[in-house]
């Protein structure tokens, strides 16, 4: 995708209504994902910032703000704004975490009726939008592992690793038992991304996962499945592709190389 149009999307995804809007024209994984990572960023930008004021967020609650006014008016996810209150409030995390997967179990119908709001608007934080992200990471691994597969290339996986008793800072979804050529590159891993390949997101990836791999393994290719910017300045020995990977063939790699 080029950047002009990304930024464009991006910048359009202010509320989870905005997704509507562009469904049809743009895959829902690119959507669902780029709308995650931009609410992901804003959290941690504003996390202390809210943290800070939620002792009058408590008191505004008792006074009648719902957890869904609360959000809006400090611009926080709502299970998030949701676990500040209810913390504040005495609430441990894991017993609020608890309440979040079964707000039947909160003793107020009143209190049980705000986090069940909370969970329907919140596409990023609430139990269905970490299945969600759970289920595209597996979708990824699966194309993954059939585009491999299909051309007889052979290759172990974090489980194959840990089960062979082989011990690795880190390991990619995929470290092919022989190198193979991709358009002219030698490439010894192959990693599976679910999430859009952003300059952020690239860049924040190469640092934890992918430099790391080519000093461990040489280099390798990772795969953003839902999308990613045309123009990423690659670190060396790293290389990057789309879903469209699915129609190219990796080819013997010269013993000299």
Excluded at 71 to 89: G, V
Excluded at 199 to 227: A, C, D, M
Excluded at 239 to 245: E, F, G, L, R
Aim: with cysteine; net charge negative.
């Amino acid at each position: 995708m080029e950047y002009a149009e990304y930024k464009e999307l991006y910048n359009s995804l202010r509320t989870p209504e905005d997704l509507e809007k562009h469904r049809g024209r743009y895959d829902d994984r690119l959507l669902d994902s780029l709308y995650t990572q931009k609410t992901s960023r804003e959290v941690k930008k504003r996390f202390y910032i809210v943290k800070q004021n939620t002792p009058r967020m408590l008191k505004e609650w008792r006074k009648g703000k719902t957890i869904m006014d609360l959000s809006t008016k400090y611009k926080f996810p709502p299970i998030l704004t949701a676990m500040f209150i209810f913390q504040e409030d005495g609430t441990s995390k894991k017993d609020f975490w608890a309440s979040i997967n079964d707000p039947d179990s909160l003793e107020s119908p009143e209190v049980a009726d705000e986090i069940r709001d909370a969970i329907k608007y919140d596409i990023v934080y609430s139990p269905a939008a970490n299945d969600r992200q759970r289920e595209r990471g597996i979708w990824g691994e699966d194309l993954a592992h059939q585009w491999l597969d299909g051309q007889g290339i052979t290759y172990r996986t974090e489980n194959d690793l840990r089960e062979g008793g082989e011990e690795f800072t880190k390991t990619p979804d995929c470290l092919l038992d022989r190198p193979m050529m991709y358009k002219g590159h030698k490439i010894c891993w192959v990693e599976s991304k679910a999430s859009f390949g952003d300059n952020t997101e690239f860049k924040y990836n190469s640092r934890k996962q992918l430099i790391p791999y080519t000093k461990l393994f040489g280099p390798g290719l990772v795969v953003y499945w839902v999308g990613c910017l045309d123009d990423l300045e690659c670190p060396e020995d790293v290389y990057v592709s789309d879903i469209s990977v699915l129609d190219e063939k990796l080819e013997e790699c010269p013993e000299e190389l």
